[in-house]
């Protein structure tokens, strides 16, 4: 079974730190890329940042220079430093893999992450 599983979630004050990570099973990890996006109640789903296969990394400008992705490949875990919270990156953050040789994608179930004023 193919599976993302994010941690890390909370709730936390403007201008403070969360860590969120995800962990990978049931795929050949280090064949993905992996981002995280996010979704606030009653808006799309947002790209927030990527990190591909080789350790290239982008980033959505409204979390550049706060926010960092990062990778684990032995322990098959992305993750997602996040610095400067803003009450406006309060969403429910999704976990993202897709194959590039196959294309083939797989979401996480999403972790709450509140930013207070």
């Known amino acids: 079974q193919e599976q993302l599983a994010e941690s890390g979630g909370g709730l936390v004050q403007a201008g403070g730190s969360l860590s969120l990570s995800c962990a990978a099973s049931?795929?050949?990890?280090?064949?993905?890329?992996m981002g995280w996006y996010r979704q606030a109640p009653g808006k799309q789903r947002d790209f927030v940042a990527r990190?591909?296969?080789?350790?290239?990394?982008n980033y959505a400008d409204s979390v550049k220079d706060r926010f960092t992705i990062s990778r684990d490949n032995a322990k098959n875990t992305v993750y997602l430093q996040m610095n400067s919270l803003k009450p406006e990156d309060t969403a429910v953050y999704y976990c993202?893999?897709?194959?590039?040789?196959?294309?083939?994608?797989?979401w996480g179930q999403g972790t709450q992450v509140t930013v207070s004023s």
């Open positions: 993202h893999a897709r194959n590039i040789y196959t294309d083939r994608t797989v």
């Open positions: 049931g795929i050949i990890f280090k064949d993905n890329n």
């Open positions: 990190i591909g296969t080789g350790g290239t990394t």
